[in-house]
């Protein structure tokens, strides 16, 4: 069974940091991964999604990597704002409609 | 650009209640799906609707119906709503070929 895990659960970094943000997961047969910003209470928001032959995607100042190999992807987050607060969830698509969801990992930029 | 529209956004039941959220893309996507969202875990699929006229369970499918009224819409039951069936519930769309999943802003459903 696919899992799907983020680490870690809660980050806090001051304003213009770099930071990288973890997913793992334990079955490497996935059709693409996909990362998502959740603000508070509100819906989900795709920001990038990593095709499984690809190995990375870029927006602005955020750049998804995908190792489907070692079961891992990152979400590299460049010159961080405090606009960027908000929960990032990644996603693995596993085919036959299922994408599996880790449970996120809560970003606070400091100010 | 609407996208994925979702009604209630809140909703307060007692137990034994019944109740449907109503959801409606205008993307034209084949796929629909409703998830719930639960403090600590990451989303539960409950049903999803690979095309207009099909619908197959998900991950947790105990306690709800749903409908593809048509292309556009998906709307999922509580037909007897339990406390365990306190959740924020999100409906999606696309999610097929490489599509990104577009989601809707969420019901937060409490059940007394």
């Known amino acids: 069974k696919q899992e799907v895990t983020q680490i870690p659960a809660a980050l806090s970094v001051p304003e213009g940091e770099n930071l990288v943000l973890n997913c793992s997961f334990t079955d490497s047969a996935i059709y693409n991964l996909q990362w998502f910003r959740q603000d508070p209470g509100k819906g989900l928001t795709s920001l990038l999604l990593i095709q499984s032959s690809q190995r990375e995607q870029t927006s602005g100042r955020l750049n998804a990597s995908l190792d489907k190999s070692s079961g891992r992807s990152t979400l590299y987050i460049a010159a961080s704002q405090p606009g960027d607060s908000a929960t990032y969830l990644c996603?693995?698509?596993?085919?036959?409609?299922?994408?599996?969801f880790g449970a996120g990992t809560r970003l606070f930029v400091k100010a | 650009n609407a996208g994925v529209t979702q009604t209630p956004k809140f909703q307060v039941l007692k137990t034994g209640q019944s109740m449907t959220l109503q959801c409606a893309q205008d993307m034209n996507h084949n796929s629909m799906y409703w998830y719930r969202q639960d403090p600590g875990m990451g989303l539960r699929l409950i049903y999803y609707?690979?095309?207009?006229?099909?619908?197959d369970k998900g991950e947790v499918p105990n306690g709800y119906n749903v409908s593809r009224l048509n292309k556009r819409e998906f709307s999922l039951r509580l037909e007897s709503a339990a406390p365990s069936q306190t959740s924020v519930y999100f409906c999606?769309?696309?999610?097929?070929?490489?599509?990104?999943?577009?989601f809707g802003s969420g019901t937060q459903l409490s059940v007394l």
């Open positions: 996603a693995v698509d596993t085919g036959g409609f299922k994408t599996i």
């Open positions: 999606a769309s696309g999610g097929t070929l490489d599509e990104k999943l577009f």
């Open positions: 609707s690979a095309s207009e006229g099909t619908t």
